[in-house]
């Protein structure tokens, strides 16, 4: 008696046996013909509208329909980044380091030596309940890389005002106004 369904190892659930029939004529047991495109190296890219080389996708895991191409309009990487700014905690991190990721060519550096929680960290030390975009992260030596040991907190304002006074290559009235700055701040 010949079976009526097989078993799909990949979708793993059981199929008719005519669905286990490849385009060319070929019967495999084990592998329906909805997988015919990845026997080929192929997938399908929701932004393409077409079964690409599966090269042109990000490697990994995660199974997407999208190719890097059309990866954040498709992919959820947007989604994603607007679920991680509903949270007010989350967007501080996010804003301040982003603010100190710019603020490196302005201070005239190649990289940044620290990350969002080590300025979280001293940003919760001058307001223990902070809003976004109210607080600034600047170096105190602003000839050497920003890190965890070279960073001030300040305002917004204060931060223009160290970048106008940066600007003018004054790094003595800089270290000046930064510690006139930091000496007002609540203890």
Known sequence: MNPKARFCVKCKDYFPVACFVSDDGKDDPTLCNRHEHAKKRLRYCRGCDDFIALDLFTPGKTYSFACRK?????????????????????????????????????????KIQINQSEIEAAVLKVDPAPLPGVYAAVPVDCTCVLSAKNIAVVSMSQRKELIRIFRTNDTAKYSETLACFVSLQPQ
């Open 70 to 110: 059309h990866l954040t309009e498709y992919g959820g990487a947007r989604e994603a980044q607007q679920k991680k700014l509903q949270d007010v905690g989350q967007k501080r991190r996010i804003n301040a380091w982003k603010q100190c990721h710019n603020d490196r060519k302005r201070f005239r550096q190649e």
